[in-house]
């Protein structure tokens, strides 16, 4: 395209010139002084063009940007401001950061929620709070209601106050237990050895029928009774997280894009208002003798 553009003067002018001249000129191309039939026999409507194109005035580029509107533009939409300054191609790069962005957020927090519904539909099954709430009564030595109606949720058979007043009298215990539904809830029982013994796989020594000497032996034990229901649960409820996390992580890269952008198409846009034309007309001898042709010189700065 280069070499094109060159062989294009080259037939429009018979001499060209190319160089780093001072950025501006003393007065305005279109006040230049010339032979107007001249100019029109070796370059048409181009000089005209030029003598009347208000984007070059002083060899300075009067289509300037907004740094600030530029900024702003891609705060709110990447790649708005670059396309605003000129960049098309960077701007898409933004827009398209900004597009799987998002779309890493909802696929991956969809994800959390689907697999945070599992793990619950999960505990809801396996986990009692009754289970655990007569391994207190019978280990512990806690009077803990229990609702004898079986056909009620266990969750709704336990006296929750009662619960967590005998659990903060428990030095071993490092947690009380949350209400039934909340996050901390479903955190805890999947997390905290002392819930160990709510869920269905886990069997108390004597069976809820301890002898003397198995009280203390079963206070020691459930510590290092973690069962296979416990552990499955855990990793479920771990996986979640992480999903979570992801959909977290692309929610930073997200924002980040928004900053990375604004300050990239201010940038561009400053660097546009720095661009600078200049064209200038002169007469030289022609090299077959005195006759004056014009010349112009083409530089544009950076």
Same mark, same amino acid.
């Given at each position: 395209?280069?070499?094109? &553009? +060159?062989?294009?003067? #080259?037939?429009?002018?018979?001499?060209?010139? %190319?160089?780093?001249? *001072?950025?501006?000129?003393?007065? @305005?191309?279109?006040?230049?002084?010339?032979?107007?039939?001249?100019?029109?026999?070796?370059?048409?409507?181009?000089?005209?063009?030029?003598?009347?194109?208000?984007?070059?005035?002083?060899?300075?580029?009067?289509?300037?940007?907004?740094?600030?509107?530029?900024?702003?533009?891609?705060?709110?939409?990447?790649?708005?401001?670059?396309?605003?300054?000129?960049?098309?191609?960077?701007?898409?790069?933004?827009?398209?950061?900004?597009?799987?962005?998002?779309?890493?957020?909802?696929?991956?927090?969809?994800?959390?929620?689907?697999?945070?519904?599992?793990?619950?539909?999960?505990?809801?099954?396996?986990?009692?709070?009754? &289970? +655990?709430?007569?391994? #207190?009564?019978?280990?512990?030595?806690?009077? %803990?209601?229990?609702? *004898?109606?079986?056909?009620?949720? @266990?969750?709704?058979?336990?006296?929750?106050?009662?619960?967590?007043?005998?659990?903060?009298?428990?030095?071993?215990?490092?947690?009380?237990?949350?209400?039934?539904?909340?996050?901390?809830?479903?955190?805890?029982?999947?997390?905290?050895?002392?819930?160990?013994?709510?869920?269905?796989?886990?069997?108390?020594?004597?069976?809820?029928?301890?002898?003397?000497?198995?009280?203390?032996?079963?206070?020691?034990?459930?510590?290092?009774?973690?069962?296979?229901?416990?552990?499955?649960?855990?990793?479920?409820?771990?996986?979640?997280?992480?999903?979570?996390?992801?959909?977290?992580?692309?929610?930073?890269?997200?924002?980040?894009?928004?900053?990375?952008?604004?300050?990239?198409?201010?940038?561009?846009?400053?660097?546009?208002?720095?661009?600078?034309?200049?064209?200038?007309?002169?007469?030289?001898?022609?090299?077959?003798?005195?006759?004056?042709?014009?010349?112009?010189?083409?530089?544009?700065?950076?």
């Amino acid at each position: 395209m280069e070499k094109i &553009k +060159y062989i294009l003067i #080259l037939v429009l002018f018979p001499v060209l010139s %190319i160089a780093a001249e *001072p950025p501006f000129m003393s007065v @305005p191309v279109y006040q230049s002084i010339f032979d107007h039939d001249v100019m029109d026999y070796y370059s048409g409507s181009f000089v005209e063009t030029i003598e009347f194109n208000e984007d070059v005035y002083y060899g300075v580029n009067t289509r300037r940007k907004s740094s600030l509107l530029a900024g702003f533009m891609s705060a709110v939409v990447p790649g708005a401001g670059e396309v605003y300054a000129g960049r098309w191609w960077r701007g898409l790069l933004h827009f398209g950061l900004e597009v799987t962005g998002w779309g890493f957020y909802i696929h991956y927090n969809a994800e959390g929620d689907d697999q945070t519904k599992r793990y619950q539909n999960y505990a809801d099954r396996y986990w009692d709070v009754t &289970k +655990y709430a007569r391994w #207190l009564n019978v280990y512990w030595g806690a009077n %803990i209601f229990i609702n *004898p109606d079986d056909t009620l949720p @266990p969750w709704e058979r336990v006296d929750w106050n009662e619960l967590n007043e005998f659990e903060y009298t428990i030095s071993q215990f490092s947690h009380r237990l949350e209400p039934f539904g909340t996050q901390q809830y479903y955190e805890l029982i999947g997390k905290y050895p002392q819930y160990t013994r709510g869920w269905e796989d886990s069997n108390p020594i004597g069976n809820f029928e301890p002898a003397e000497n198995q009280l203390r032996a079963e206070q020691d034990a459930y510590f290092d009774d973690i069962t296979e229901m416990f552990s499955f649960y855990s990793g479920k409820r771990g996986y979640a997280n992480t999903l979570y996390a992801r959909a977290h992580n692309a929610v930073i890269v997200v924002f980040l894009n928004h900053f990375a952008s604004a300050f990239h198409a201010a940038f561009l846009a400053h660097r546009f208002n720095q661009t600078q034309l200049r064209v200038d007309l002169e007469n030289r001898k022609d090299l077959y003798g005195e006759r004056f042709v014009p010349m112009m010189k083409l530089s544009i700065g950076f």
